[in-house]
């Protein structure tokens, strides 16, 4: 079986934007939206994620940052939030005020 070079290796797929808004539009709750968009608009891995506490976003100043505390290979990193993620980030906090959960608090993946 030849092997597999550069010019032979499949490409990866990806979905188109439109795609990626199905699949957010059809899920369940409106956490799992703002996960899903977090991962799209951000590259975060499933694992970053999860695992994003509310004190680790920073919706002030010029550029909206979300601190990853252990990224790839254990390493922390700051992320620039997008612009679509603002409203629904302001309004988990919204929310999290309300029900009193502090920053310490995992955002909800469900």
Do not use: C, F, N
Request: no cysteine.
């Amino acid at each position: 079986m030849p092997r597999r070079t550069a010019r032979t290796a499949a490409l990866p797929t990806y979905l188109e934007p439109q795609q990626i808004a199905a699949l957010i539009e059809a899920a369940p709750t409106p956490q799992a939206r703002v996960m899903m968009t977090l991962m799209w608009r951000s590259g975060l891995r499933v694992s970053e994620a999860l695992a994003v506490r509310a004190a680790d976003v920073r919706l002030d100043g010029e550029q909206p940052t979300l601190r990853v505390r252990h990224g790839k290979g254990g390493r922390p990193r700051m992320v620039p939030i997008h612009q679509a993620l603002l409203p629904m980030l302001e309004g988990l906090r919204l929310y999290r005020d309300r029900a009193g959960q502090g920053p310490a608090q995992r955002l909800p993946p469900r």
